[in-house]
Nanobody
Framework: QVQLVESGGGLVQAGGSLRLSCAAS????????MGWFRQAPGKEREFVAR???????YYADSVKGRFTISRDNAKNTVYLQMNSLKPEDTAVYYC????????????????????WGQGTQVTVSS
């Protein structure tokens, strides 16, 4: 079992920045890849970014160049630095852990992830 807890969400004006954190506990001695997803009201949950066990990264086109995913393995924590935020970035952001393909980079499907956090709200005002 892996428990994931997100934090760092909030209200920010367009053009601003936020940094989300996702702390993992449980099976943390097993290497895994981590992802961020988001879900806006009335929409499907969509992929945002992924980081592999070895640090390889992959981004959705909508956030490329604005968001940066990183991880601190010593702290079992993954981060999502979000810059130049837009109103369309408003959503609940979820982190997720992939235990099956920890070194595979371009995995964006929700079914590829085994554990999920509860989410943190990000609201970007115009």
């Amino acid at each position: 079992q892996v428990q994931l807890v997100e934090s760092g969400g909030g209200l920010v004006q367009a053009g601003g920045s936020l940094r989300l954190s996702c702390a993992a506990s449980g099976r943390t001695n097993t290497g895994y890849a981590m992802g961020w997803f988001r879900q806006a009201p009335g929409k499907e949950r969509e992929f945002v970014a992924r980081i592999t066990r070895s640090g390889g990264t992959y981004y959705a086109d909508s956030v490329k160049g604005r968001f940066t995913i990183s991880r601190d393995n010593a702290k079992n924590t993954v981060y999502l630095q979000m810059n130049s935020l837009k109103p369309e970035d408003t959503a609940v952001y979820y982190c997720a852990a992939d235990l099956r393909l920890p070194y595979y980079t371009t995995l964006s499907a929700r079914s590829g992830y085994d554990y999920w956090g509860q989410g943190t709200q990000v609201t970007v005002s115009s």
